[in-house]
Every structure is written in C-alpha cells, then in structure tokens.
C-alpha cells in the first residue's frame, strides 16, 4: 500500500454522497445529542472544524452563528445545499484549512470537532488552532475514536491504521497522550454508552495552563 494519509481519502471528495448516506446517518444522533447537551447560550460564536457535510447542522439551535470550515470542496458543496435547502441562515462553510485557521485570537465560544482529530494529519496543531481562536474560558468539544486502553484491542485497533488510513481515518490515537499533548482542559470526558467506540470530550480554553481533570466515565 502507499503512503496516503487519512485526509487525503477518496472518501472525502469522490466518495462524499456515500459518505453522507452512510456515516452521517450513523454520526447524527451521536452529535444531536452532544450539541443539545452544551446548552448553547443566544448568541454564541460557533466554529466547527472539519464540518464535512455538515452532519451536524439540524441539531444547533437557530439563535446562535455557526460556522462550519472544511478542506474539501464536495464535501462543503453538499453542506452548502443543506443550508440553501432549509434556510438554515444561522450557518454557513467556509473552505479552510483547521492547521491553519484565517480567523483573529478569541473569535469563538466554542470550537466543535466532531470525527476529525484521526483525519487530520496533524491533530496536536489542529487543537493549537481551535485554542487560539476560542475565547478564554470558552469550549473546546471534540467526539471521536480513540485507541483503546486495553491491551489487546489496543494492539488490534492500533495494527488496523494503515488500512483504515486508506478508508479515511486513522486507529493509533491514544486519549490521555493527546489531552496532555493538546494542553486540554478537561471539564467532562465520557462515552454516550459502555460500548460506544466514541469518546466525547469538552474542554475549558485555558489559554494560562491547563489541567487533567476528567469526570468519571458514564
Ligand atoms: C470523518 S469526516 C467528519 C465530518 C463531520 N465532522 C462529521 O462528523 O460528519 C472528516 C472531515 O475532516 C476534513 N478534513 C481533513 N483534514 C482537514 C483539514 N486539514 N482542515 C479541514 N478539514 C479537514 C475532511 O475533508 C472531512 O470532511
């Protein structure tokens, strides 16, 4: 196999329908559920990196401003047919690159990544941007798959990457390396079932520090 990289995935861009029919199905209630969790306040500056086809959209609530960026254009094609196709005037997408964000320091109250930090070629620099461009004391929430703590799923799910690199996403991301390598400030860490593969994580945008302080697993 060759040394295609998560992001680089045909199911990004020649793929995007399946993608939608497919995984946004699956992902979407995942996310409803999130995004209904944080209560988010009227008025709320909202940036969610990697957005894709926005699977996400339906579940924020109108009176706060969302934008969405992503670094693939059929992906945010179909996104913006969402918006146009529902009035959602609370949303819009941006092509962007989330290493690399064209927005000022403090620009947001919230930074959702939601299936990124394992597409991303480089997670650590991804949560670096997020930071910079949430508010003090903002929020930071990322979903996803991480490695497994137990050894031997570890070790499989781990050997499975450069298969599931070609897929699209990558299997060798450990949670409490990446907490402390992102400098997160956990406020919750928990997964929505005892066998759910996703880890939902809220952080607090400390930009003076940080601390591991996870709530116990639900
Ligand atoms: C698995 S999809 C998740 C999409 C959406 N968040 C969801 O939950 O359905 C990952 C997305 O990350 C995007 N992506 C990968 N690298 C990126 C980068 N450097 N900047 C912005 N988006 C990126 C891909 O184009 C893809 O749309």
């Not at 941006?94 to 299936?115: I, K, Q, T």
Request: charged share 25%; glycine share 6%.
């Amino acid at each position: 196999m060759g040394e295609i990289e998560a992001h680089e995935s045909k199911l990004y861009s020649d793929f995007a329908p399946f993608y939608d029919k497919v995984f946004g199905k699956i992902f979407y209630s995942r996310l409803r559920w999130v995004i209904e969790s944080l209560k988010i306040p009227q008025g709320a500056r909202v940036l969610e990196v990697g957005v894709g086809t926005g699977t996400s959209f339906p579940a924020y609530p109108r009176h706060c401003e969302v934008i969405g960026i992503d670094l693939a254009p059929d992906m945010l094609a179909r996104a913006r047919r969402k918006i146009r196709e529902n009035y959602w005037s609370h949303l819009k997408v941006v092509e962007m690159d989330a290493l690399h964000l064209e927005f000022a320091d403090d620009s947001f109250d919230y930074v959702m990544a939601f299936h990124v930090v394992t597409v991303v070629p480089d997670p650590i620099r991804m949560i670096e941007e997020a930071r910079r461009v949430c508010r003090p004391g903002g929020r930071i929430v990322i979903v996803n798959h991480f490695t497994s703590e137990s050894p031997l799923v570890g070790f499989v799910t781990e050997a499975l990457d450069p298969v599931t690199r070609h897929l699209g996403w990558r299997t060798n991301l450990r949670l409490k390396p990446f907490i402390h390598a992102a400098e997160l400030s956990v406020e919750t860490v928990y997964k929505l079932s005892k066998l759910s593969l996703y880890t939902v994580l809220v952080g607090s945008n400390q930009k003076d520090g940080y601390g591991l302080h996870p709530s116990p697993s639900r």
